[in-house]
């Protein structure tokens, strides 16, 4: 094996498009070599071009004409309090692991990224970094804890879930079926939506260029005769098919128990899954999914955050996670 020789690594800055066409597809290699994945590179310029700035930011770890590390951040408008500030969310984060040769590599990058993230009025990076890399992240570069995400789950066929009972897959089943009718009962009487959250994605047209990189063919987009509109995937997690709903709202763009219920009532009689999940916060009273324990959550969701523009953001304000509206729907995994 050739030794590589670490003077010859180099750090080069993008925006999406003005990536050489040669390394975008190194990128999208590189990518599905350490993810074990099969994206193609359509599915991130995608994902990088249809952003507020119509671009996204990138820092790459280049060894011979070939992108051996990545570091992006994606764009978005929230709302902070009474102001609407851009943000940037962290994705695509490796490094091939023959090249990790200096352990503040990815540190480099992403203080790389932040001078040009500054200059575009880029106030706030948020990430959900997983188990490995959340200590690197926390101690090397500083990121602060915002908090864990939660999980909410609505078992359809247990005996799935658990794999060795299939004998509680019927009346799991019932029990679902008959769940969804009564929390449609309830939804009559508790009318109240959602309160506005204090740190939320911008909605209106923001949110309609959002959902172009958000969503794949992979995705169902529904919305129903009465403009309720809910978004979801199913995937298959080893043995369990796992519906995963990722947004619901009405006319208004309000989360509510009627239209969290019509979205469960979908999936229920569409989809054959064995469980439903939404990653994220509730903040109205609802019968329809249960929240998981910490100690049976599969893997922690640690949302952290680095502020880039104190005289913009507070860090007090963004490390309260009270303050926000973020879960799946918000970060690149599903």
């Given at each position: 094996?050739?030794?590589?020789?670490?003077s010859?690594l180099?750090?080069?800055?993008y925006?999406?498009?003005e990536?050489?066409?040669h390394?975008?597809d190194s990128?999208?290699?590189?990518?599905?070599?350490?993810?074990?994945?099969?994206?193609?590179?359509?599915h991130?310029?995608n994902?990088?071009?249809?952003t507020?700035?119509s671009?996204?930011?990138?820092?790459f770890?280049?060894y011979?004409?070939?992108?051996?590390?990545?570091?992006?951040?994606?764009?978005?408008?929230?709302?902070?309090?009474?102001?609407?500030?851009r943000?940037?969310?962290?994705?695509?984060v490796?490094i091939?692991?023959?090249?990790?040769?200096?352990?503040?590599s990815?540190r480099?990058?992403?203080?790389?990224?932040?001078?040009?993230?500054?200059?575009?009025?880029?106030?706030?990076?948020?990430?959900?970094?997983?188990?490995?890399?959340?200590?690197?992240w926390?101690?090397i570069?500083?990121?602060?804890?915002?908090?864990l995400?939660n999980?909410?789950v609505?078992?359809?066929?247990?005996?799935n879930?658990?794999?060795?009972?299939?004998?509680?897959?019927?009346p799991n089943?019932?029990?679902?079926?008959?769940?969804?009718k009564?929390?449609f009962?309830?939804s009559?009487?508790?009318r109240?939506?959602?309160?506005?959250?204090?740190?939320?994605?911008?909605?209106?047209?923001?949110?309609?260029?959002?959902e172009?990189?958000?969503y794949?063919?992979?995705?169902?987009?529904?919305?129903?005769?009465?403009?309720?509109?809910?978004?979801?995937?199913?995937?298959?997690?080893?043995?369990?098919?796992?519906?995963?709903?990722?947004?619901?709202y009405?006319e208004?763009?309000?989360?509510?128990?009627l239209?969290?219920?019509?979205?469960?009532?979908?999936?229920?009689?569409?989809?054959?899954?064995?469980?439903i999940?939404?990653?994220?916060?509730?903040?109205?009273?609802?019968?329809?999914?249960?929240?998981?324990p910490?100690?049976?959550?599969?893997?922690?969701?640690?949302?952290?955050?680095d502020?880039?523009?104190?005289?913009?953001?507070?860090?007090?304000e963004?490390?309260?996670?009270?303050?926000?509206?973020?879960?799946?729907l918000?970060?690149?995994?599903?």
């Open positions: 094996m050739k030794k590589i020789n670490v010859e180099e750090y080069k800055f925006l999406t498009s990536i050489p066409s390394l975008f990128l999208t290699s590189s990518y599905n070599e350490v993810f074990e994945k099969d994206i193609d590179s359509g991130f310029r994902k990088y071009l249809n507020i700035l671009n996204s930011f990138h820092c770890l280049v011979e004409n070939k992108v051996v590390g990545n570091c992006s951040i994606i764009p978005f408008e929230y709302k902070y309090f009474d102001k609407i500030v943000f940037g969310l962290a994705v695509d490796f091939i692991e023959k090249y990790r040769k200096d352990p503040f990815l480099k990058m992403y203080k790389i990224l932040c001078k040009e993230l500054i200059q575009k009025n880029i106030s706030l990076v948020i990430a959900i970094p997983n188990d490995v890399a959340y200590p690197y926390k101690r570069v500083k990121w602060k804890d915002i908090g995400l999980y909410y609505l078992p359809i066929k247990l005996g879930v658990l794999v060795r009972n299939s004998f509680l897959n019927i089943y019932i029990f679902s079926f008959l769940l969804v009564f929390s009962f309830l009559l009487f508790f109240a939506s959602e309160k506005k959250s204090k740190i939320e994605l911008k909605q209106g047209e923001n949110l309609k260029t959002f172009k990189h958000r794949s063919s992979n995705h169902c987009q529904i919305t129903t005769k009465g403009n309720c509109s809910f978004r979801f995937i199913t995937l298959l997690e080893g043995t369990v098919k796992t519906t995963y709903l990722l947004d619901y009405n208004k763009f309000e989360k509510n128990y239209t969290l219920t019509k979205a469960v009532s979908h999936i229920l009689k569409k989809e054959n899954t064995d469980l999940v939404f990653v994220g916060k509730i903040a109205f009273p609802q019968l329809l999914l249960f929240k998981l910490r100690s049976k959550e599969p893997k922690k969701l640690y949302f952290t955050s502020v880039l523009l104190p005289d913009i953001i507070d860090e007090k963004i490390n309260n996670i009270e303050n926000w509206n973020f879960g799946l918000n970060y690149d995994v599903r």
